[in-house]
């Protein structure tokens, strides 16, 4: 299975401001994906990154607010914009193994925002 | 969209019983994939399950699928405090895609020594 290196690990942030999550993988994929897990909840997916064209937002997500970057196949960024404390939540990216039977998690960002 | 339903939400069990989390859709699932997660970590793959009527273990777990490809279980035998963490199941997401996964809301498992 792929390795993703995620960054930062945990971060505080002021209100109004944005932070900006990287993901990098150890290998080429065409897909990867934004999770945001609130403290003690489930996983909620954000978007699907896609390399060469836009990300794919699900409902209640819009790029504003969660701008995309996915400049090659090993690498992404998910921008959190004009945060508020209920932005304060774990992001993760995530990638398909081989063959699309499980997908590895980055170690995520504890973001909390005051 | 498609959900997929869990219980129970938390379990707390002495070191050495037993532990079942189960996971229900209200439609038919192409599969299902379990994780783990530990304290303060991130969700780890387990297994996927993709046979109507499939069982697949791994050393004291057992993951079972439904015939209907509606339900699945995962099961514990002799809990250790290693066991501890929230056990998901995750189904193929929205619209069809089995590329974005829909995940249960978990269950929390701790294990008294």
């Known amino acids: 299975s792929a390795v993703i290196s995620q960054k930062p690990s945990r971060d505080i942030c002021q209100r109004g401001t944005s932070l900006t999550i990287q993901c990098q993988v150890d290998s080429q994929v065409t897909m990867m994906f934004w999770y945001r897990q609130q403290p003690g909840q489930s996983l909620t997916l954000i978007a699907t990154a896609n390399q060469g064209s836009e990300a794919t937002y699900e409902s209640g997500f819009v790029i504003d607010k969660f701008p995309i970057s996915r400049p090659n196949l090993t690498f992404s960024t998910l921008t959190v914009s004009n945060m508020s404390p209920e932005d304060s939540s774990i992001y993760l990216c995530?990638?398909?193994?081989?063959?699309?039977?499980?997908?590895?998690f980055g170690s995520g960002t504890r973001l909390t925002v005051v | 969209g498609q959900q997929v339903m869990q219980i129970p939400q938390y379990q707390h069990v002495q070191e050495g019983e037993d532990f079942t989390t189960y996971c229900n859709s209200s439609?038919?699932?192409?599969?299902i994939q379990w994780y783990k997660q530990r304290p303060g970590g991130h969700p780890v793959f387990l297994i996927q399950l993709v046979k109507s009527g499939e069982v697949k273990k791994q050393k004291r777990l057992t993951f079972q699928f439904g015939e209907a490809k509606k339900n699945s279980s995962l099961h514990i035998t002799a809990t250790q405090t290693t066991d501890v963490g929230t056990y998901f199941c995750a189904g193929p997401g929205s619209g069809g895609s089995n590329y974005k996964l829909t995940f249960g809301k978990g269950t929390l498992l701790t294990v008294n020594p």
């Open positions: 439609t038919t699932l192409s599969n």
């Open positions: 995530s990638v398909p193994f081989y063959h699309d039977t499980g997908y590895t």
